[in-house]
């Protein structure tokens, strides 16, 4: 079946560090992939998105790019802000009779500094 | 704010007993999702609903249903209820059932069992 891997956390940084995260999925198809982050108390927010292969979504500062030949998702951020302290969520759609259901990793906490 | 309304944001009860969770989508969106999260399973896929219809169903227990209504707000019950289901349930919405379909979450409910 789908399924989404991220690396383990928890994350922690300095203020102005690069970012990775790391994201693999196995998936039957063409999938369409998506950043999700959960601020503390609150419910999930789309980050960014991409929906075929070398397909780069951005937001907010936060880049992934689709690689279909390695099969990851993996997000990234230049130079990161207290304010992105959060867990973060690669999840896949499938697509098909998947009805546009998600299927999750398991969320890597990200913990900033100044 | 997602537009995706649940209530109530908390509820305590103690096991045994049946609770209904209920969601209010995004004005115009004709599909509903279900997910849970804990801490031991990650965000799981329960079940979606389609302008009133069931269209697909994940991990959810036998104990649990669902139903979206012809207004197109959607409520989960949860029966004979146990110390494990203690968890954050997450409602989501989106126009569309393809690939690239994008879900907008609610803030979620936090369920307690005692």
């Known amino acids: 079946g789908d399924s989404v891997t991220q690396m383990e956390g928890p994350v922690t940084l300095s203020e102005e560090a690069f970012l990775t995260i790391n994201c693999t999925y196995t998936a039957t198809g063409y999938p369409s992939l998506f950043w999700y982050v959960q601020y503390p108390g609150e419910g999930l927010q789309l980050l960014l998105k991409?929906?075929?292969?070398?397909d780069k979504g951005s937001n907010k500062g936060f880049e992934a790019t689709y690689r279909k030949e390695t099969t990851s998702f993996h997000l990234e951020k230049g130079s990161v802000q207290v304010s992105d302290s959060a867990v973060y969520f690669c999840?896949?759609?499938?697509?098909?009779?998947?009805?546009?259901?998600?299927?999750f990793g398991q969320g890597t906490i990200l913990t900033v500094h100044p | 704010d997602s537009g995706v309304t649940q209530t109530p944001k908390h509820l305590i009860t103690a096991t045994g007993q049946r609770v209904t969770l209920r969601c209010s989508p995004r004005s115009g969106d004709l599909s509903v999702y279900w997910y849970q999260q804990s801490l031991d399973q990650g965000l799981q896929f329960l079940i979606q609903?389609?302008?009133?219809?069931?269209?697909a169903k994940g991990n959810i227990l036998e104990r649990f249903s669902a139903q979206q209504f012809p207004d197109l707000h959607s409520e989960l019950n949860l029966s004979s209820l146990e110390l494990g289901d203690s968890a954050l349930y997450f409602c989501a919405s989106s126009a569309a059932v393809g690939a690239y379909t994008e879900a907008f979450f609610g803030q979620g409910t936090r369920l307690t069992v005692v």
């Open positions: 999840a896949l759609n499938a697509g098909g009779t998947s009805y546009g259901k998600l299927t």
């Open positions: 609903y389609y302008n009133g219809e069931e269209r």
């Open positions: 991409a929906t075929k292969a070398d």
